[in-house]
């Protein structure tokens, strides 16, 4: 992780802060690497001085899985379990995950000087402090549950998330389909549960431990689409994985262990199932090719801990078989899932509709079928950008002009930008308005704007304010998100959307670690996603700089109102 605090502090720990103050978060847990050569798990400035001092977090701070064992073993920063305890709860820590293998050394740490007894008692204090607020004393035991956590709320909730966050990038027409359209359900990851779940649900550690649970509470993309559609034809078309095995390589680098290994890649090269994919496709009237990733932990799957990748092509030959579905000439829609963006070939040209329905959970493929048969209007935005090419990235929205790079090369960039995303109807943005064009430090800069649905059929869009300073002390993003707003309409309706947003919010972090405003210009944007700005305009504030104070305002507000 090599960034400067400026960054870390803007770009990176901003949700965090937002978390502790206004999410009241009761714990808090440091991440394993370093920052320019301290490690967060020995960082007294970042668990103390930041955390509980600055942000004023008060409760429990625990230890990443072996996070403090790696101080010695990894870090290289203490001589041993002992020095390594000492490290991490001098600078914050409260309490050990998942064992007690460097705290148990705490009694030798006490002897040699390396922590005092005031230390210990503080984090005491804080342990028993949590444990009576929950009343651990009073009732140490849970009541065993009579209700199953699964029920019809959670299935609700689940089926509201995953037809909400589903991103149509890519839309000729095709989208939706008629029910009784004939399709081929082609891929990978069309019968695989997995492929619709995250790297930490239940059933990605039972890989782990060479466990099956027997059963699923969730269909599969066939399953569902089989019971929206009347016609489907089915092929798996390729493997992504030969295997799933637990104990896969972990660390890259020139550790011992990625030195000695001489295992080979699990993910699949064999093109022989690709015809059968082919011939299905020959039987429907429309390919819907299912694509992506399954969910794993440490190389288990292709996504998810300890499973990272080193390009955007779709793992093993599911780009060679997407090739072959676009030969046949009938129209593909292309459907992603997993949880990174690849970049499509052919087919971002080539295919009559893009669909990425990221890793959507046990509801994720009855959400899915609903949205190609136009139960479900998509309203999900890019939360990322999709770069075109590897060489891109890290590709992000919020760059500042000379840090991504520039010139760039021609086949760098993106065609699919965050904020993006299409839905089944069409959205006007007219009549943006700012309150004023001049606010003090103390102030909220007003704009609105009026947004109708032109189309023939409801559905949502997803309002975002973005803003740029013009001129700074230090070099700032060329735009940043700061408020957006989903907005529910039938067709023909227009509501009026405000956004307040707080002079707070166009802070940055100075030389002194502060969050500080320099009055000036700022420009204030209104668009459909970071590269669809629909209006621009100009604010002024008042004054030099105003350094924040601990409890700053960090919420831009948004209200609709019905248009006439």
Not at 34 to 54: F, K, M, N, W
Not at 517 to 546: A, D, L, P, T, Y
């Amino acid at each position: 992780v090599n960034l400067g605090f400026k960054e870390l502090n803007d770009t990176f720990m901003l949700p965090f802060e937002m978390a502790v103050k206004l999410g009241n978060a009761g714990s808090v847990m440091p991440a394993y690497h370093d920052i320019d050569g301290e490690p967060c798990h020995a960082s007294h400035y970042l668990l103390t001085e930041v955390l509980r001092e600055q942000w004023g977090f008060d409760g429990l701070i625990v230890a990443d899985y072996g996070g403090i064992d790696l101080l010695a073993a990894h870090h290289a920063v203490a001589a041993d379990s002992t020095e390594a305890a000492a490290l991490a709860f001098n600078a914050g820590l409260d309490v050990e995950l998942p064992d007690d293998a460097c705290s148990n050394r705490l009694t030798k740490a006490l002897e040699a000087g390396l922590i005092s007894l005031d230390t210990i008692d503080t984090i005491v204090e804080r342990i028993l402090k949590t444990k009576f607020e929950f009343g651990l004393f009073e009732n140490p035991y849970t009541e065993i549950p009579t209700e199953p956590l699964h029920n019809d709320k959670s299935t609700e909730l689940s089926y509201k998330i995953a037809s909400e966050s589903a991103v149509l990038l890519k839309n000729d027409g095709t989208l939706p389909l008629s029910k009784q359209t004939p399709i081929a359900v082609v891929g990978a990851t069309a019968n695989d549960p997995l492929a619709l779940l995250g790297g930490y649900s239940f059933p990605v550690h039972l890989i782990l431990s060479d466990t099956d649970s027997g059963e699923l509470n969730s269909n599969t993309l066939l399953q569902s689409l089989k019971e929206s559609f009347e016609t489907v034809e089915y092929a798996k078309g390729c493997d992504i994985l030969t295997e799933r095995r637990a104990n896969a390589p972990v660390f890259p680098g020139d550790v011992s262990m990625a030195i000695a290994q001489d295992q080979t890649s699990p993910v699949s090269k064999d093109t022989s199932y690709i015809q059968q994919a082919v011939d299905a496709a020959q039987q429907s009237e429309v390919i819907v090719a299912c694509v992506g990733d399954l969910a794993g932990l440490f190389q288990t799957g292709t996504i998810g801990e300890g499973s990272d990748t080193d390009s955007l092509e779709l793992p093993g030959v599911q780009r060679e078989m997407l090739d072959a579905l676009l030969d046949t000439g009938k129209p593909v829609v292309v459907l992603v899932t997993g949880g990174r963006p690849y970049q499509l070939g052919r087919a971002e040209d080539e295919a009559s509709a893009i669909l990425y329905g990221w890793a959507p959970g046990q509801e994720g493929a009855n959400a899915i079928a609903d949205i190609l048969s136009g139960e479900e209007n998509p309203s999900g935005k890019l939360t990322l950008s999709i770069p075109k090419n590897v060489g891109a990235v890290p590709y992000f929205y919020n760059h500042k002009l000379k840090s991504a790079g520039t010139p760039i090369a021609y086949h760098f960039g993106s065609a699919y930008n965050f904020g993006f995303g299409l839905s089944y109807t069409q959205f006007d943005y007219k009549d943006v308005e700012l309150t004023s064009n001049s606010v003090e430090f103390d102030g909220t800069i007003e704009a609105s704007v009026t947004i109708t649905n032109t189309g023939v059929r409801a559905g949502a869009e997803v309002v975002q304010l973005y803003t740029r300073d013009k001129l700074c002390s230090v070099v700032r993003p060329v735009k940043e998100l700061k408020g957006f707003h989903k907005v529910w309409l039938e067709a023909g309706e227009s509501k009026r959307i405000t956004f307040s947003l707080p002079v707070d919010m166009l802070n940055f972090t100075n030389a002194k670690h502060q969050r500080v405003v320099e009055g000036g210009e700022f420009e204030i944007m209104i668009g459909r996603s970071s590269s669809e700005i629909e209006h621009s305009s100009i604010v002024n504030v008042n004054g030099k700089v105003n350094t924040l104070p601990k409890e700053w305002r960090m919420i831009c507000e948004t209200k609709e109102v019905q248009s006439a």
